[in-house]
């Protein structure tokens, strides 16, 4: 097993991390930014290295500051998070160079599942279905009409080389398909350094479905169940559950399937996750994307499958086998994420500000993942999440009451938090019902 | 005169209009940053801007005057 850790990142992840790395006798390390020194993660590391201030371009991005840290702490292994550094193939590869062992994927892994396109492409070859879709990136704006017109509208218009939902959106049409196209190639340029764009068919009832694997130091890859993502805003995640509502146990086979084999396709190790677009009336799946990477929302397989994720991280990193038996992972009962953001319930506009109360909601069935406490303040500078409620119970139903409990006892002040949006999903009923898509946030605002 | 203030700590991403320009109720005046997201400022009525009181990467808090229009 490592011996230590430095953990490349911050607020709720960073301590997510750090408590597992305790509980195994790993020394921790934690880098933080002038903006995070009273966070509870930079506390809880074992050590805390001050690499910069706020704006992530010159901490938590700033590759030299965080491997300067590494070298500084004597940390000998360097975990990502999710965000930031994690998905940077170049990193990894620094990492990897300087002597540290890298808690993730292979770098060529990191690189192939980057570049959207080329994933779409090596996917198509390996038998994963993908949507119609660009084979090369789109970069001006007669090009994007002409594809958007193989393809078909409506089509979806997304940065190739960024995943997370930035600067994505739909066009019905070709005036649409300008704007579109521009705001895409803006965020590209701005988020990802590469104005690279990629069309593919928009699937309007859709849900986003995709599957935890784990790839062992032997080569095997094992897939622990799927994840619903399609309670969204801004296509971006806001509550997830497993198992999925919206799969049969014959779908679920198929899906399972496609995401081993996607990780087989780039030789995966350690945790990763396979993105997929349900389309709920034909019942059939494409590929979306791969995350090499932990997920934001990977706490609900934990819940039901009892594995914990980061210790799969830590053992398949170190070369050593995986701990759980990859023939018994079948789930047990049902989970819910609720990602607490620092944004208003009904714009979903972002609040930071001073955390002046904060008090968790605990029992049996749930677990918080908590960035923040009362006296911290929230700043503009990252993303708002704040902590993600999870809830477990032997039934979906049973998980819901836990979790309108959970959500009724959860108290913060100071930011406005988007608690009240996830006590309007669970009272509705299409939420109640299972039968939902990546509309349902916008039905419950409209 | 009207006064244009921001609704939240953000940091100042794009200053798109120009002290003189003639705008139109529902024209974006800045561009803010917060929380990873972009926040478009617009004029609410309009008429002449005649101050910009913002630059590209000031620091804003809630409240803070960031264009007048008259």
Redesign the interface.
């Known amino acids: 097993m490592l011996e230590s850790v430095l953990v490349a990142n911050r607020g709720e992840i960073a301590r997510r991390i750090i408590a597992t790395a305790r509980r195994l006798g790993i020394r921790s390390v934690a880098v933080y930014s002038e903006a995070d020194a009273d966070l509870p993660f930079v506390r809880e590391a074992d050590q805390a290295v001050l690499i910069g201030p706020p704006p992530p371009a010159q901490s938590y991005l700033h590759s030299a500051a965080v491997l300067a840290a590494a070298h500084q702490s004597g940390a000998r292994a360097v975990h990502p998070g999710y965000g930031f550094l994690s998905e940077n193939a170049d990193f990894a590869r620094r990492v990897l160079a300087e002597g540290l062992i890298w808690v993730g994927p292979p770098p060529d892994a990191i690189g192939q599942m980057g570049d959207k396109i080329n994933a779409r492409n090596l996917m198509q070859r390996a038998g994963v279905p993908v949507a119609m879709g660009s084979t090369d990136p789109v970069t001006d704006a007669s090009q994007a009409l002409a594809e958007a017109e193989r393809i078909g509208y409506p089509v979806m218009v997304k940065a190739a080389a960024g995943g997370g939902g930035i600067g994505m959106s739909a066009a019905t049409g070709p005036e649409e398909l300008q704007t579109a196209f521009e705001t895409a190639r803006t965020r590209a340029e701005r988020f990802f350094g590469s104005p690279a764009i990629l069309l593919e068919r928009f699937l309007e009832r859709a849900r986003h479905v995709e599957v935890q694997i784990m790839g062992g130091s032997d080569g095997q890859v094992v897939a622990l169940g799927e994840r619903d993502c399609s309670v969204q805003r801004r296509h971006q995640k806001v509550a997830e559950e497993t198992p999925s509502p919206g799969v049969s146990p014959q779908l679920r086979g198929a899906l399972l399937a496609a995401a081993v084999r996607a990780g087989e396709t780039v030789g995966y190790r350690g945790a990763g996750t396979v993105e997929f677009l349900l389309d709920v009336r034909k019942q059939e799946f494409v590929f979306l994307e791969m995350n090499t990477r932990l997920q934001v929302e990977h706490p609900v397989t934990e819940l039901v499958t009892g594995i914990d994720l980061v210790e799969q991280q830590f053992l398949v990193a170190s070369g050593e086998p995986v701990s759980f038996d990859p023939a018994r992972t079948a789930p047990d009962g049902h989970a819910l994420e609720f990602r607490v953001y620092?944004?208003d319930p009904v714009r979903f506009?972002?609040?930071?500000?001073a955390i002046t109360e904060w008090e968790e909601p605990a029992g049996p069935g749930i677990r918080v993942d908590a960035g923040y406490e009362a006296g911290n303040t929230v700043?503009?500078?990252?993303?708002?999440l704040l902590a993600k409620l999870c809830v477990h119970g032997p039934t979906r139903d049973e998980a819901l009451g836990r979790a309108r409990e959970a959500v009724a006892a959860f108290r913060v002040a100071g930011p406005k938090t988007n608690l009240p949006l996830h006590a309007d999903l669970l009272a509705s009923e299409e939420f109640i019902s299972g039968d939902y898509d990546t509309s349902v946030v916008a039905g419950l605002r409209s | 005169m009207a006064e244009v203030r921001a609704e939240m700590v953000a940091n100042v991403w794009k200053v798109v209009a120009t002290e003189g320009d003639q705008v139109e109720d529902g024209d974006t005046l800045v561009i803010l940053e917060s929380m990873k997201m972009e926040i478009p400022v617009l004029a609410e009525e309009p008429g002449t801007l005649a101050k910009l009181h913002v630059a590209e990467g000031d620091i804003v808090q809630e409240g803070d005057l960031i264009a007048t229009i008259s």
Do not use: H, I
């Open positions: 620092a944004e506009l972002p609040s930071p500000g700043t503009p500078f990252y993303d708002p």
